[in-house]
């Protein structure tokens, strides 16, 4: 026996991705629902590879009665309005916006690296995407930490433009279209120009002077990982397509050399470890889309601090920063709670 599943904002990046995904790791599902909002109803989109195709269904009218898991991707002031409706059917959404992730009632949950706090669902049959960057973060940092214990992690982003939806996508490709034929490349979706620029900035400025987005790695990290962790980033919108990097330095409490973190990484759940130390030995954004792994390369001691290491991390945003994790959530979800059968 499968689930009865719920796809909200099919039609967008991260929804066409969760439906990818879905079909790829072959997640039972008994009937599956597809809702975005009313100017996409009665659109067709397909359901990954498998050759079906879904009928889009307006989210102000959908029942949610009777089905047991949504997928949310339709922004925080949507969440708003339609997750309490769905977990009140008795349907559990796993949402991928960052309402809830400071919700001291919902769990924050990447899979490998917190499952066992998937158990507190119940208590608003929500659980919460953490953010993409955020994500791939822990994934690399949890194996290290079990091992040595993290104390400071400081990270300098390098984020995509898929991160900001199919308009960021868009314009970057009318942006670096506009520059080879000599036309402007006024900035529409980014503060400034994305083509060959890069821009540090992501989300809304703080008082502190931090953007939203530094703010959400810290908190999260804490919530996820270890809220003894200190942490600080700075976040960065660079033209690339799909795939986010960061550079990290990562201070310890025990000592780990380099060596020994890579024999950690190399069986880590998640965790693919690319370190050849040498030309092209190391994975860059163009190499991960469409991969599940956190790909950690460059792995080495850092001489400036004690017990410190630094480390270079990449992976598919739309992907285990997104679509998959949410996945991997109802996964873990179904073995814990909402066995069939």
């Known amino acids: 026996m499968g689930y009865r599943v719920v796809v909200a904002g099919a039609t967008g990046n991260v929804g066409r991705e969760m439906l990818n995904i879905l079909a790829e790791r ?23 590879d498998t050759g079906k195709k879904l009928r889009v269904q307006n989210i102000e009218h959908f029942d949610w009665a009777g089905w047991d898991i949504a997928l949310f991707a339709i922004g925080s002031e949507a969440t708003k309005k339609y997750a309490p409706i769905s977990a009140a059917a ?17 769990p924050l949950i990447v899979p490998e ?57 868009d314009e ?17 979706k980014f503060t400034k120009q994305i083509a060959f620029n890069v821009i540090p900035h992501i989300d ?31 976040c960065v919108r660079v033209p690339v397509f799909v795939g986010h990097s960061e550079a990290l330095h990562v201070e310890f409490e025990n000592e780990i050399s380099a060596k020994k973190a890579q024999s ?14 040498e030309n092209g030995g190391y994975v860059t954004p163009v190499e991960c889309v469409g991969d599940y792994a956190t790909f950690v390369s460059r792995v080495r001691e850092d001489p400036t601090v004690e017990n410190g290491l ?28 909402l066995k069939k059968g």
């Not at 822990?138 to 433009?161: C, G, N, W």
């Not at 480390?311 to 285990?320: P, Q």
């Not at 996945?327 to 979800?333: N, S």
């Open 26 to 48: 072959e997640f039972p599902i008994d009937e599956i629902a597809v809702l975005a909002s009313s100017r996409s109803t009665g659109d067709e989109i397909e359901f990954g």
């Open 90 to 106: 008795g349907c559990v959404v796993i949402d991928n916006s960052s309402l809830y992730r400071m919700d001291p009632d919902v």
């Open 113 to 169: 690296v917190n499952p066992d706090a998937i158990d507190g669902y119940k208590a608003r049959n929500i659980i919460a995407n953490p953010n993409c960057s955020t994500a791939q973060m822990v994934v690399a940092l949890k194996p290290l930490h079990d091992e040595a214990k993290i104390t400071r992690v400081v990270v300098a982003t390098y984020q995509s433009v898929s991160g900001a939806g199919k308009e960021g996508m």
């Open 172 to 188: 970057l490709f009318e942006q670096s279209r506009n520059i080879f034929v000599g036309d402007p490349a006024e900035p529409k």
């Open 204 to 234: 809304s400025f703080l008082d502190d002077g931090f953007t939203k987005e530094e703010w959400k790695m810290v908190v999260e990290t804490k919530k996820i990982l270890d809220p003894k962790i200190k942490v600080v980033a700075t």
């Open 264 to 277: 950690i990484l190399r069986e880590a759940p998640g965790v693919m470890l690319v370190d050849k130390r």
């Open 310 to 337: 630094a480390l270079w991390c990449v992976s598919d945003n739309l992907r285990k920063g997104a679509a998959l994790n949410a996945v991997q959530i109802a996964e873990l979800l179904g073995r814990r709670h």
